[in-house]
Every structure is written in structure tokens, then in C-alpha cells.
């Protein structure tokens, strides 16, 4: 992909609050695929794949129609961030997924698709949203979803955080992160689970991190966010706050919080940078991350003006503090 098609890809995700199926039980604000049609999207442009899979029988999954699937922010959120499929699990029509044909059997009193025995993994439940990730892999979640429910489980497959965390601790995280609206989940939780944050970074400028940087000899760690990235919002509402982590950062980096869109001049090492306009990439953002447009990210740049490295997406206090002394020892070394 070349860097235009990363820019055009950059300022669709920034604009993030945006595709048909077989049935549709009205109220649905979600703009449903076909199987086919999100396969062929997918091809050309990989991007997780949610397939609600349901039966005209089940009432929790008209239920779910009407109630999680219209609110207006859960379905801008899965229209921008999926493709969004509605699969009747006992459809007689004939479809093509990955090359390969699927079709109903018609064995039994109420047949199942072999499609969905093949997403289900032939546990058959309703509802049941099957997420597919980037590499196609295929996770199952049974059972009718609230809107707090589905919310976590939406940023966990939409921003890849599925690639290196476990759902449960993602879960606990991003329910500490807005205790006011899972104050009941929290209650049941071991203390012992409860993430720590008391720590606090000191924060500085990009002119003054920079600036310090040469004159003391110590390395420059730049957290790069934007507005619509939900995991950058458990960044900086958990994990920099991990006191372990806030120390180390204290005491082995010049931190800089960017907005990856800002509109702000900024200095770094005496040369000058600007936005390029609304909900679009600083020149600072394509500088240091070039064509590596996924957030959260940090950027590790040593006294010498080198960076040392960047590191994309989300992380738990403990996989953070293994890259923090991973790239302090680093520096050193230069």
C-alpha cells in the first residue's frame, strides 16, 4: 500500500462515528453484508469481520436487533470498524466463503448451514457473534449482549488488541477505566485483580523533551495517541498510571504525550512541524511513524537524535514495563 492509500486510511479511521445481509429485523442502524460481500472486502482491504449469527425462531436475537444492535454509537462504531454480517444459521441459500462452497444439508427438523457449523465450530447457540480477526481467525461469543458487554469486546477485536492480551485482562482494564458504568462487574472482582494506579509521569513539551534530551543525555519516549483510538484511552487512564511503569519513565526517559492530528506547531531538536489539517496526520505523526499509521504507539529516540525504535498498539503495565527497559538499556548501549 502505498503512502497515500495509508494517509486516505489514517483520515477514514479518524472519522471514525460507516456495508447487507439476508435479514433484517427493523430497528438495525448497522449497515449489514452479505458473506460474500465481506469476504470480497476483506480481500481487498483486511479489516475484522462480525458476524451476528442468529435463527427466525430466537427471540434474544430480535431482541438484541432492537435494543444493543440500535444503539446509534455501538452501530457507527461496528460500521466503521468491521464488516458487519447477519447469518441466518439455518438459511437454504447457497454461499461462497474463501473459495470454498457452503450449503444446508437439510438434515434434521431444524437444518443447520454448514457454514455455520463450520464458524461455530458446531456449537450451536443463538445469538452467537462470531468475530474474525485480521488473519481471519474465528472467535466465538454465545449469548445475548448488553451494550456494556459488547462495547470492550468491539475495541478488543477492532483495534487488535485480541494479538497479545488476553480478553479477561483487557476486560478488568477497560472496566476500571469507566468504573461508573461497571461499578457492579468491579465489585465482584479478587481485589487482588485490581490494577494499579498511582503512579504519575511527568510530562514536558516536545520542545522541552527534546531540548533536555541533548543537554542530559537521556532518551526521549514519545506516547502517540488520537481522539477516536478506545485503547489509547485505557493507555493513559491505566496503564501510565501503573506506578512501576510512571516511575521508570521518570527516571530513564523525557516523556511527550501527541495528538497524532494536532493542528499545533511543535519543535523537536530545533527543527519545526506542523498539522496538515482537521483529522489529519501531523507532520511530526508522519516523521517519526512514516507509514505505520496504528495507535497507541511509542517512539524511543536516544541523545544522539536516533530513534531507537517504535512500538505499536495496546499493552498491559507489565508487557509496557518489559519495553521500557528493553529500550533504556538500549540507549545506554549507543
Not at 293 to 298: D, E, L, S
Request: overall charge positive; aromatic content about 14%.
Amino acid at each position: 500500500m502505498n503512502k497515500r492509500n495509508y494517509i486516505l486510511l489514517f483520515i477514514s479511521l479518524l472519522l471514525v462515528q460507516n456495508l447487507k445481509s439476508q435479514t433484517v429485523v427493523e430497528p438495525s442502524l448497522i449497515k449489514w453484508l452479505t458473506v460474500e460481500q465481506a469476504d470480497s472486502l476483506f480481500d481487498k482491504n483486511p479489516k475484522p469481520m462480525l458476524i451476528d449469527v442468529y435463527t427466525d425462531w430466537c427471540g434474544w436475537c430480535k431482541h438484541m436487533m432492537k435494543t444493543t444492535f440500535a444503539n446509534e454509537g455501538i452501530a457507527s462504531y461496528i460500521n466503521a470498524n468491521f464488516y458487519p454480517v447477519r447469518f441466518n444459521a439455518e438459511t437454504f441459500d447457497t454461499l461462497r466463503y474463501q473459495g470454498k462452497i457452503y450449503t444446508n444439508p437439510g438434515i434434521g427438523t431444524k437444518p443447520k448451514h454448514d457454514f455455520a457449523k463450520y464458524i461455530l465450530k458446531g456449537r450451536f447457540s443463538f445469538p452467537t457473534i462470531v468475530y474474525s480477526d485480521r488473519k481471519r481467525n474465528l472467535y466465538q461469543v454465545p449469548g445475548y449482549m448488553k451494550i456494556k458487554d459488547i462495547e470492550p469486546l468491539l475495541v478488543y477485536f477492532a483495534e487488535d488488541i485480541n494479538a497479545n492480551v488476553s480478553y479477561d485482562d483487557w476486560k478488568v482494564l477497560y472496566q476500571f477505566n469507566y468504573k461508573k458504568n461497571y461499578a457492579e462487574e468491579i465489585t465482584k472482582l479478587d481485589s487482588l485483580k485490581y490494577p494499579d494506579t498511582s503512579g504519575v509521569i511527568i510530562q514536558k513539551t516536545m520542545k522541552e523533551a527534546s531540548e533536555l534530551c541533548l543537554k542530559n543525555k537521556k532518551p526521549l519516549l514519545i506516547y502517540i495517541y488520537t481522539d477516536w483510538c478506545q485503547s489509547c484511552k485505557i493507555i493513559d487512564g491505566i496503564v501510565l498510571k501503573n506506578k512501576t511503569a510512571a516511575d521508570f519513565i521518570n527516571k530513564n526517559f523525557y516523556f511527550v504525550r501527541f495528538n497524532a492530528a494536532s493542528q499545533n506547531k511543535e519543535t523537536l531538536f530545533g527543527d519545526t512541524f506542523e498539522g496538515t489539517g482537521k483529522n489529519r496526520p501531523h507532520q511530526l505523526t508522519q516523521l517519526l511513524l512514516k507509514q505505520s499509521f496504528k495507535f497507541p504507539a511509542f517512539i524511543f529516540i536516544s541523545p544522539k537524535k536516533v530513534k531507537l525504535g517504535e512500538i505499536h498498539g495496546f499493552m498491559l503495565p507489565h508487557q509496557l514495563n518489559n519495553v521500557l527497559n528493553f529500550f533504556a538499556e538500549k540507549s545506554n548501549e549507543e
